[in-house]
């Protein structure tokens, strides 16, 4: 495995998981819901349904960049890795474009995060 691919793949996790903490933040209502997901949400509940769903994909999304990077072992076979991350990729991209035209100042930063995200999985799920 090219040595750039893993230190690409060790930025997104690391990424991923400051995005977890973020995410975790909201749930011990540090941060407040009403300035995420486009203030949108307007019951606790409501955010604790999204932000646990949220921290879900973030893990699983680790964990496919762990097995493209060869740090774990490969459990879904490669192909199925490389197309789960192209997935992941556009989700990113279509992302970076909403947050561009976010609400809030908070949700427009997030664009730096999801324009890397994507530039990153370009990088390690190219040949």
Request: no cysteine; net charge positive.
């Amino acid at each position: 495995m090219n040595s750039n691919k893993r230190k690409y793949g060790q930025i997104l996790v690391a990424i991923s998981l400051l995005v977890m903490v973020f995410h975790l933040l909201i749930m011990v209502k540090v941060i407040p819901y009403t300035i995420t997901w486009g203030g949108k949400l307007k019951t606790d509940s409501e955010m604790y349904v999204f932000e646990t769903v949220s921290i879900l994909i973030n893990l699983f999304f680790i964990y496919l960049v762990l097995q493209r990077v060869g740090i774990v072992p490969t459990v879904f076979g490669i192909k199925v890795v490389i197309v789960l991350l192209w997935i992941f990729f556009g989700l990113f991209a279509l992302n970076t474009v909403g947050n561009i035209f976010a609400v809030t100042t908070l949700e427009r930063w997030f664009t730096l995060l999801t324009l890397a995200n994507a530039f990153l999985i370009w990088k390690i799920n190219r040949k």
